[in-house]
């Protein structure tokens, strides 16, 4: 039998019942396009949400007030807990490897000049706000001194802001009403964007001493650190923790460094590539036990025609193949869908967000294809035997 | 030439034994036009199957044009089933996917046979057979009468030596019936050994060698003068 003649002999019933094989091609297809995506997204996947969480540098830690156990969730305040004031990052400043200490709080107020109002978010910071984030400033720059006492009313735009209110003009040197309170402008943010939902270019940076007066808060929010790069992270937690411990007198802050960060994040990102990894894994079992079935089915549906090509002169063997080889077509063509559907989500999602790398390696296609063959001969194998091993005088007595 | 010596058939149904054909002895000379006739489970299909080599014999010696075939392998069995053997059934037996081209050209696919080759020898038994213009019809668009010409074309697209028909007239009216009779007769003319299983007894009656079974037995074996 010329190869030729063989496709088309196996290929004349799956495609006599064409919802049947669709379906049953379906299952190992939504397996294959699962893997597929997997392998394309996943290390765009890690990269672009690593990207966006790094891109403020990866040597910091943050101070928050209260003590978080373990295992996750804000235990509660039991006893009393210290807020952390900006004399406690002040103390902070002269340890050994510490680089820059930001004081952080945040809250939203009105912002009117040029007889123009707007509401935004007011970031209260540290001097070295910009250092610490690796943020640039597109004009001026932050204020230099701090004097905690007697902070001094400056405010630094974000670019949207200064677009807003101050278009056309430079507003280096004007005047800004936060809440109220007139504000110098000493400096103007470089476009940064949305970063995980904020919108840092709608927004203002004043000192942090003004901001807890302005949004009436007793305590920062967080206090971040950075440090040399080549100091080991726990050094400079060990460090932090003990000189806090000593102005509060017991461990009522936690520190969350951007390595733990990344870790969970990392450790996120591997349960999500696992959970689709066992969804393609399973589709693929599904797969499988489908083709077994229908083939198990057609095997007993044509039983009749299997004693008519052994009394043509058909050989066991060519039975064998002729089954065996409609199921691998099933299968290969189930992959063949598969891999269009997962390029094809792929490149949808990085049309989505352009930001996302996405790659489909040649070698994978070839290897999902290969083993949605593989699949579809393993399942293929027990029906076709049975086909050939039929005893045909009693097969062609079935009709 | 076919040559049956001691020949029986037994199947094992439950712990009883069927003797389903017992001691056939028989010769079929080449070129032979023989009817097969008996009551219901006297054994001729089982006869006809081991002459087809479908079916093995639970003992005794069945020689085909001089070689034994019973301790032949199964690749060799359908070897010559292939080459030498072609098969009508009384429910026709078509591929019902395929067309009736397809269906007649199948045993030439199986066969190894190039495709230029099928296609004229497909197109002239077409031609010979009346089914021309039905040539990419399936099954179920044919005729009862159609179909078996259709089986009948594949049967013998191989020119085998020896044409077993198994009831084929059986799910025919009269008329289309005897039709396929003179067309199965055409090819023992030109030389084919034609053996039909028969229970019409005017069918059987034309052959020129009639035999009867009974209970797995030969009963009569009769040349008609
Ligand atoms: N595979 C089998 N298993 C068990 N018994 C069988 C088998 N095949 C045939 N037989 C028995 O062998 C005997 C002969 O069967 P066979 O089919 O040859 O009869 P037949 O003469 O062709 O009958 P019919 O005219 O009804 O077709 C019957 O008793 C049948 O029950
Ligand atoms: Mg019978």
Redesign the interface.
């Known amino acids: 039998?010329?190869f030729?003649?063989f496709l088309t002999?196996a290929s004349?019933?799956f495609?006599?019942y064409r919802m049947r094989s669709f379906l049953t091609g379906l299952g190992i297809a939504i397996g294959i396009a699962a893997v597929i995506l997997l392998t394309s997204i996943g290390e765009g996947l890690h990269q672009f949400v690593l990207s966006e969480f790094s891109q403020f540098g990866t040597n910091i830690v943050s101070i928050q007030p209260g003590k978080t156990q373990t295992h996750g969730g804000n235990a509660g305040v039991f006893g009393s807990t210290r807020q952390l004031s900006l004399d406690d990052a002040e103390s902070l400043r002269h340890l050994p490897y510490v680089e820059n200490v930001n004081p952080s709080v945040m809250g939203n107020a009105e912002l009117r000049a040029n007889g123009k109002t707007r509401r935004t978010t007011v970031f209260g910071e540290g001097r070295d706000f910009a250092r610490a984030f690796t943020m640039k400033v597109q004009s001026g720059s932050f204020w230099t001194d701090e004097d905690n006492e007697q902070a001094r009313a400056f405010v630094v735009l974000g670019s949207k802001v200064r677009q807003e209110l101050f278009a056309g003009q430079n507003p280096l040197g004007s005047y800004l009403r936060v809440g109220g309170q007139r504000y110098r402008v000493v400096g103007v943010m470089e476009s940064k964007g949305q970063v995980l939902g904020l919108d840092l270019d709608d927004s203002v940076f004043i000192p942090a001493a003004r901001a807890m007066e302005l949004l009436n808060r007793s305590g920062l929010i967080e206090v971040q650190v950075s440090y040399r790069a080549s100091v080991d992270v726990n050094e400079v937690i060990r460090l932090v923790t003990e000189r806090l411990k000593e102005r509060h007198g017991r461990e009522d802050f936690t520190i969350i460094s951007q390595e733990q960060a990344l870790e969970v994040l990392g450790s996120v990102l591997d349960v999500i590539t696992f959970a689709v990894g066992a969804l393609g894994g399973i589709s693929l079992l599904v797969g499988a036990v489908g083709i077994l079935t229908i083939m198990t089915m057609a095997v007993t549906e044509r039983t009749?025609?299997i004693?008519?090509?052994?009394?043509?002169?058909?050989?066991?063997?060519?039975v064998l193949l002729l089954f065996l080889g409609e199921a691998i077509m099933l299968s290969a063509l189930g992959g063949v869908l598969g891999l269009l559907i997962g390029i094809g989500v792929a490149q949808g999602l990085h049309w989505l967000f352009p930001a996302m790398p996405v790659h489909t390696p040649w070698f994978f296609a070839v290897l999902a294809e290969c083993s949605a063959v593989l699949i579809g001969l393993l399942a293929g194998v027990m029906p076709a035997r049975r086909a050939a091993l039929m005893n045909?005088?009693e097969a062609?007595r079935a009709? | 030439m076919i040559e049956f010596s001691d020949v029986s058939r037994n199947f094992t149904v439950g712990d009883q034994q069927v003797q389903a054909l017992r001691n056939i002895n028989l010769t079929l000379g080449a070129g032979e036009y023989v009817s097969i006739m008996g009551p219901s489970g006297s054994g001729k299909s089982t006869l006809l199957n081991l002459i087809g080599l479908l079916d093995r014999p639970s003992s005794g010696v069945y020689k085909l044009d001089g070689m034994d075939v019973t301790t032949l392998d199964d690749e060799q069995q359908a070897r010559v089933r292939r080459e030498k053997v072609g098969f009508v059934f009384q429910s026709f037996h078509l591929v019902p996917r395929l067309t009736a081209a397809m269906n007649i050209e199948l045993p030439l696919i199986l066969a190894g046979v190039a495709a230029e080759e099928r296609k004229t020898r497909v197109k002239q038994l077409l031609q010979n057979y009346g089914l021309a213009d039905r040539a990419d019809h399936r099954p179920d668009q044919l005729s009862g009468g159609q179909r078996q010409r259709v089986a009948i074309a594949r049967a013998t697209i191989m020119q085998p030596s020896v044409l077993l028909a198994d009831e084929p007239t059986g799910n025919l009216d009269r008329t289309t019936g005897w039709e396929v009779l003179k067309l199965l007769e055409g090819l023992q003319d030109q030389g084919i050994t034609l053996v039909v299983v028969t229970h019409d007894a005017e069918i059987g009656a034309r052959a020129k060698r009639q035999i009867h079974t009974l209970d797995g037995r030969i009963l009569s074996d009769a040349q008609r003068a």
């Open positions: 039998m010329f030729r003649d002999l004349s019933s495609l006599s009749a025609e004693g008519l090509l052994r009394a043509l002169g058909a050989r066991e063997q060519q045909p005088v062609l009709e």
